[in-house]
């Protein structure tokens, strides 16, 4: 009976644990919100006069302070971050797994984080560990709407909201520009590939769904994961008009393993040059111009339209 | 407990006292980034922020899981009357493991219909409590298919063990595959068998649930020395088996949910530290058992601080997971030859 006494006593002592409060998740409470509804958070007050030794967190971050001519403010980076102003500058660990020691080494006066799960424990104990010492910018960039809105918290974040704003104007440019074109073109089904082996596809939800959708496009991928492993057969019978081949990693040539979908054997293959397109950043103006290149392909055997630059 | 039997008690514990704070100096003292212990105790930033913020609740976290897993791997060992038995390879961290994903997916599913909901679902304490009732439930699978003719076939609840693992490995794949992704590399993360950074409330629900849990199992030392004779021989000794059985599986369980919930699946713990730890102070439980969950705590601590530092040049850290599995793998092969050997020489 003693054992069976306990054994009660010890689930009842479970339950109560689990109606505890929830505790110190609070600090930095992750919005489902993108950033242009308002869902960034501070952690901390912004740095008076703007930041002046910042750690980013994400190479997308990177690319708004060297877009805001900022790179030189940048102490640290992650391990990922390829931009060739930041080769220099000392690695926190990874886009996932950052290092909280390695940002508190640094000594920084603002960390800026695009939302990631992945990182979340280690961002959670940076905001912890952060009162008085810095601020954190935590945005969340969740649709396309949210890269111009990003420009100008980062901006604000700099103390040069001027330029922030401006940022934003080029970026909500380079989107009406795409959208505007997208009425001069046929509305196409496009494949969109980040892997090969297995096969990665963007779907729904994805931020290049939403940039084909604005293109005027179809996007070829149903169901509702955002980047779903995909099987090649729903790929094939998805017939798409073009495939957009977005696997940087894997030679050119090993599109040809992907030779069951019309499209792949027909040539209506575009390759983009650069990862840009999957960069929620500052470089969409440049990718925005890939895409459009690569939506400007004619079918193979039709004549290209007029004004379609060559390839 | 007679005189020189407490002694040996109090030099055990004190010995694994001082190799949890020899390993917790050691992992607060070594890291990527160069701090000096005065200017952190002097409030000097970031030091004190890296030693006393960052490092110190790290060894803690994993002196926490070290000592339950260690504890667990020892009750379990007693039970099954093996020494191969560990929480890893009974599949009962894979059930704590399957319960506390479906408690973090449900808060991802249910995140989407009301944010402030899905955030407490997915906090520390159901997480736990996921982990404790998978681990609780899977002790008991694996014991009850375990036994044939009545009786519990070590080898067979080890096999059951290892087959369970795999199936949770795969369930766990298959509910990944409806996560979205943010919240799917959360979760591998976990799995894997990281120690990271929890919050203090974290820690602290950790805690309550790993001592008592061990603390369960301390009482049930003496009991443990019986059930290792042989159930009809500790009932003939006055033990009510069945129920001691109980208490034992579901205390055991519990560490073991607790310290899935705090870091994932860390293999091997339980199987390492009893097994070395029974070569210095010998079978009786009563030593046994609170030495092991110390020692656990101090190896644990000092794998964690190895995980971090082995891979430094690269910038990047392995979960403690693959280091104690790195350990651990050969060591149950040495041990399962050794037995094979025992066996073949008593027969000779």
Redesign the interface.
Same mark, same amino acid.
């Given at each position: 009976m003693r054992a069976a006494r306990a054994t009660l006593a010890f689930a009842a002592l479970l339950v109560s644990l689990v109606s505890a409060p929830a505790g110190a998740g609070d600090l930095l409470p992750v919005s489902a919100r993108g950033a242009a509804a308002g869902g960034a958070t501070w952690v901390g007050t912004p740095p008076p006069g703007g930041a002046k030794r910042i750690v980013t967190l994400a190479p997308s971050m990177t690319d708004y302070l060297v877009a805001l001519g900022a790179a030189g403010r940048i102490v640290g980076v992650t391990r990922v971050d390829h931009a060739p102003e930041v080769a220099d500058r000392p690695r926190v660990g990874g886009f996932l797994d950052p290092s909280p020691e390695a940002v508190l080494g640094l000594k920084p006066d603002l960390v800026l984080w695009v939302t990631d799960g992945g990182a979340l424990s280690a961002v959670r104990k940076l905001a912890e560990l952060s009162a008085g010492r810095f601020a954190i910018l935590a945005i969340p960039v969740i649709t396309v709407a949210d890269v111009p809105a990003a420009a100008k918290l980062v901006g604000e974040a700099l103390g040069d909201p001027a330029g922030g704003a401006a940022l934003a104007t080029r970026l909500q440019g380079s989107l009406d520009r795409l959208k505007a074109q997208a009425s001069g073109r046929p509305r196409r089904r496009v494949l969109f590939v980040v892997g090969r082996d297995p096969l990665v596809v963007a779907g729904p939800g994805s931020f290049p769904d939403e940039l084909l959708r604005l293109a005027g496009c179809d996007n070829a991928v149903g169901g509702s994961r955002a980047w779903p492993v995909y099987p090649l057969e729903l790929a094939v019978a998805s017939n798409p008009d073009l495939v957009i081949d977005a696997a940087f990693d894997e030679p050119a040539a090993g599109i040809s393993r992907l030779a069951a979908i019309p499209a792949v054997r027909r040539g209506d293959v575009a390759r983009l040059p650069r990862d840009d397109l999957l960069r929620a950043g500052p470089r969409m103006i440049e990718a925005l111009g890939d895409l459009e290149q690569a939506l400007a392909r004619s079918p193979a055997g039709a004549t290209p339209p007029a004004g379609a630059p060559p390839r | 407990m007679n005189g020189p039997q407490r002694t040996r008690l109090v030099v055990a514990l004190a010995l694994g006292l001082l190799a949890i704070v020899a390993a917790v100096a050691a992992s607060c003292l070594l890291? %990527?980034?160069p701090v000096s212990l005065r200017a952190a105790l002097d409030g000097v930033?970031?030091d004190r /922020?890296?030693l006393i913020?960052?490092?110190l609740p790290r060894a803690v976290l994993a002196a926490l899981v070290g000592f339950a897993l260690a504890g667990a791997g020892t009750a379990l060992q007693a039970l099954l009357r093996n020494p191969l038995a560990e929480p890893f390879v009974l599949g009962v961290s894979g059930g704590a493991a399957l319960g506390g994903t479906i408690v973090l997916l449900a808060a991802a599913g249910l #995140?989407a219909v009301s944010?402030p909901a899905g955030?407490?679902l997915g /906090?520390?304490?159901?997480v /736990? &409590?996921g982990a404790?009732l998978g681990a609780v439930l899977s002790t008991f699978l694996v014991f009850g298919l375990g036994r044939i003719g009545g009786r519990l076939v070590p080898e067979a609840a080890l096999l059951v063990g290892i087959v369970f693992n795999a199936f949770v490995a795969g369930v766990i794949t298959l509910l990944k595959m409806l996560a979205? %992704?943010?919240?799917a590399?959360?979760l591998l @993360?976990w799995l894997m068998g990281a120690i990271? @950074?929890? #919050?203090? #409330? =974290?820690l602290a629900?950790g805690a309550?649930?790993v001592f008592? #849990?061990i603390g =369960?199992l301390g009482l049930l030392s003496a009991r443990l020395n019986l059930l290792t004779l042989g159930d009809e021989e500790a009932a003939s000794l006055g033990v009510?088996v069945r129920? =001691?059985r109980?208490?034992v599986f &579901?205390?055991a369980s /519990?560490a073991t949910g607790a310290a899935v919930a705090l870091a994932g699946m860390v293999g091997f713990v339980g199987l390492i530290v009893p097994h070395l730890v029974r070569r210095l102070v010998g079978p009786d439980h009563r030593l046994l058992l609170p030495a092991s969950a110390l020692f656990g705590a101090a190896f644990l601590v000092a794998a964690d601080a190895l995980a971090r530092l082995a891979f430094l040049p690269l910038?990047?850290?392995p979960p403690v997971g693959a280091v104690t599995a790195f350990l651990g793998g050969p060591f149950f092969l040495w041990l399962l030859r050794r037995q094979a050997r025992e066996h073949d020489e008593a027969a000779t």
């Amino acid at each position: 009976m003693r054992a069976a006494r306990a054994t009660l006593a010890f689930a009842a002592l479970l339950v109560s644990l689990v109606s505890a409060p929830a505790g110190a998740g609070d600090l930095l409470p992750v919005s489902a919100r993108g950033a242009a509804a308002g869902g960034a958070t501070w952690v901390g007050t912004p740095p008076p006069g703007g930041a002046k030794r910042i750690v980013t967190l994400a190479p997308s971050m990177t690319d708004y302070l060297v877009a805001l001519g900022a790179a030189g403010r940048i102490v640290g980076v992650t391990r990922v971050d390829h931009a060739p102003e930041v080769a220099d500058r000392p690695r926190v660990g990874g886009f996932l797994d950052p290092s909280p020691e390695a940002v508190l080494g640094l000594k920084p006066d603002l960390v800026l984080w695009v939302t990631d799960g992945g990182a979340l424990s280690a961002v959670r104990k940076l905001a912890e560990l952060s009162a008085g010492r810095f601020a954190i910018l935590a945005i969340p960039v969740i649709t396309v709407a949210d890269v111009p809105a990003a420009a100008k918290l980062v901006g604000e974040a700099l103390g040069d909201p001027a330029g922030g704003a401006a940022l934003a104007t080029r970026l909500q440019g380079s989107l009406d520009r795409l959208k505007a074109q997208a009425s001069g073109r046929p509305r196409r089904r496009v494949l969109f590939v980040v892997g090969r082996d297995p096969l990665v596809v963007a779907g729904p939800g994805s931020f290049p769904d939403e940039l084909l959708r604005l293109a005027g496009c179809d996007n070829a991928v149903g169901g509702s994961r955002a980047w779903p492993v995909y099987p090649l057969e729903l790929a094939v019978a998805s017939n798409p008009d073009l495939v957009i081949d977005a696997a940087f990693d894997e030679p050119a040539a090993g599109i040809s393993r992907l030779a069951a979908i019309p499209a792949v054997r027909r040539g209506d293959v575009a390759r983009l040059p650069r990862d840009d397109l999957l960069r929620a950043g500052p470089r969409m103006i440049e990718a925005l111009g890939d895409l459009e290149q690569a939506l400007a392909r004619s079918p193979a055997g039709a004549t290209p339209p007029a004004g379609a630059p060559p390839r | 407990m007679n005189g020189p039997q407490r002694t040996r008690l109090v030099v055990a514990l004190a010995l694994g006292l001082l190799a949890i704070v020899a390993a917790v100096a050691a992992s607060c003292l070594l890291g %990527p980034q160069p701090v000096s212990l005065r200017a952190a105790l002097d409030g000097v930033e970031p030091d004190r /922020a890296i030693l006393i913020g960052l490092r110190l609740p790290r060894a803690v976290l994993a002196a926490l899981v070290g000592f339950a897993l260690a504890g667990a791997g020892t009750a379990l060992q007693a039970l099954l009357r093996n020494p191969l038995a560990e929480p890893f390879v009974l599949g009962v961290s894979g059930g704590a493991a399957l319960g506390g994903t479906i408690v973090l997916l449900a808060a991802a599913g249910l #995140s989407a219909v009301s944010g402030p909901a899905g955030a407490l679902l997915g /906090a520390a304490p159901p997480v /736990a &409590f996921g982990a404790v009732l998978g681990a609780v439930l899977s002790t008991f699978l694996v014991f009850g298919l375990g036994r044939i003719g009545g009786r519990l076939v070590p080898e067979a609840a080890l096999l059951v063990g290892i087959v369970f693992n795999a199936f949770v490995a795969g369930v766990i794949t298959l509910l990944k595959m409806l996560a979205p %992704p943010d919240q799917a590399a959360r979760l591998l @993360y976990w799995l894997m068998g990281a120690i990271g @950074y929890e #919050s203090g #409330s =974290t820690l602290a629900v950790g805690a309550v649930l790993v001592f008592l #849990s061990i603390g =369960t199992l301390g009482l049930l030392s003496a009991r443990l020395n019986l059930l290792t004779l042989g159930d009809e021989e500790a009932a003939s000794l006055g033990v009510d088996v069945r129920r =001691t059985r109980a208490l034992v599986f &579901f205390a055991a369980s /519990a560490a073991t949910g607790a310290a899935v919930a705090l870091a994932g699946m860390v293999g091997f713990v339980g199987l390492i530290v009893p097994h070395l730890v029974r070569r210095l102070v010998g079978p009786d439980h009563r030593l046994l058992l609170p030495a092991s969950a110390l020692f656990g705590a101090a190896f644990l601590v000092a794998a964690d601080a190895l995980a971090r530092l082995a891979f430094l040049p690269l910038g990047t850290e392995p979960p403690v997971g693959a280091v104690t599995a790195f350990l651990g793998g050969p060591f149950f092969l040495w041990l399962l030859r050794r037995q094979a050997r025992e066996h073949d020489e008593a027969a000779t």
